[in-house]
């Protein structure tokens, strides 16, 4: 999103607590390393600032932005507790003794105390703003990716099916329990037993390794500028996982844009958002197994040409405009 602002002409600050990507692009950069050089950070901007727009997870930084000054915050939700696991699944363990995080006081005030929202996909949104009854003005901006990352010069072909992102290893924990949408042993097994090469581009931790190397192909991870680039070199892109889940049921993940923009036609199984997605703009198959990709394989050539013509159209410059309105409807309205 940033950069498509700054392409259009917009200033952009960050404040962000640790060196990312891009950092370079933006205007300045204020790289706070405690939460009182944060204070002091949206102290020195506000004067100047139009609208801060946070994007979680964390949400708190909402909670400062209100402390310190009256501009309008924009709260970007890209993940939300209250998607991972269902409201039957927290009375279930809520009855057998056992905690489950579900709904925390951090996303419910920072959700309501945002002047506007944005969300990456429509049943995500739905499903948070029902949950914490939020009635402010918001916005599904999908996680397009900028223009100038797409690519065309790609690396050696590999072939197989790839996944790129989020891997968990344990996901039986209190915190970690709604997590389990992406363990991927179990479906990295399938894969194996039917000689599907999936590929990972997720960690390098030995732990991991050891856990994935007998089953998968990991990759190390690479700079984000280079990603369209690596994963350019599959068949297919992996959205979903083997088991349904509620997060699956609703997301809408970067990494469905990502596939996208490196020309990947995208495989997805057990995702409800993503399935939408595909069908309509004919970007993919919907499979219900492993197997069922497995002899629909040869289908990538044809979802490929798709992908290819219409690619441009999911270029976050193109889709940028809407969150341009909804800042200006945030400033004129003033603070909520």
Request: hydrophobic share 40%; charged share 25%; with cysteine.
């Amino acid at each position: 999103m940033a950069l498509a602002l700054l392409g259009a002409g917009h200033t952009v600050h960050l404040l962000a607590n640790k060196w990312v990507e891009f950092a370079g692009s933006y205007h300045t950069f204020g790289h706070w390393l405690d939460i009182e050089q944060l204070h002091h950070l949206i102290k020195l901007h506000a004067p100047t600032t139009d609208v801060f727009h946070v994007h979680n997870e964390p949400s708190w930084m909402v909670t400062l932005v209100r402390e310190e000054c009256d501009v309008p915050v924009v709260l970007d939700v890209h993940d939300s507790f209250a998607a991972r696991t269902t409201a039957a699944e927290a009375a279930e363990a809520m009855a057998e003794g056992t905690e489950l995080v579900r709904i925390t006081a951090e996303e419910r005030n920072n959700f309501q105390l945002a002047d506007a929202l944005v969300f990456p996909g429509r049943r995500f949104a739905d499903l948070v703003r029902d949950e914490y009854q939020l009635t402010q003005p918001h916005l599904v901006l999908p996680s397009y990716v900028p223009r100038h990352l797409y690519r065309y010069n790609l690396q050696d072909w590999l072939g197989g099916l790839v996944y790129e992102g989020k891997i968990q290893l344990n996901a039986e924990g209190r915190l970690s329990r709604g997590f389990r949408y992406c363990q991927y042993l179990a479906l990295a097994t399938e894969c194996r037993r039917l000689g599907v090469d999936l590929h990972l581009y997720s960690r390098d931790d030995q732990p991991y390794l050891d856990a994935y190397g007998p089953v998968a192909i990991p990759h190390p991870p690479v700079p984000y500028r280079d990603l369209m680039k690596s994963i350019g070199r599959h068949d297919w892109g992996l959205v979903g996982n083997l088991e349904p889940t509620p997060e699956w049921d609703v997301a809408a993940p970067n990494k469905l844009w990502e596939y996208l923009a490196a020309g990947v036609p995208v495989a997805v199984i057990n995702a409800a958002e993503c399935a939408e997605i595909v069908r309509r703009e004919n970007v993919g198959i919907v499979v219900d197994s492993i197997e069922e990709l497995a002899w629909r394989w040869k289908e990538h050539r044809r979802c490929r040409a798709t992908v290819i013509r219409q690619r441009a159209g999911y270029a976050m410059e193109r889709n940028i405009e809407p969150l341009t309105a909804l800042y200006e409807r945030v400033c004129a309205c003033g603070r909520g």
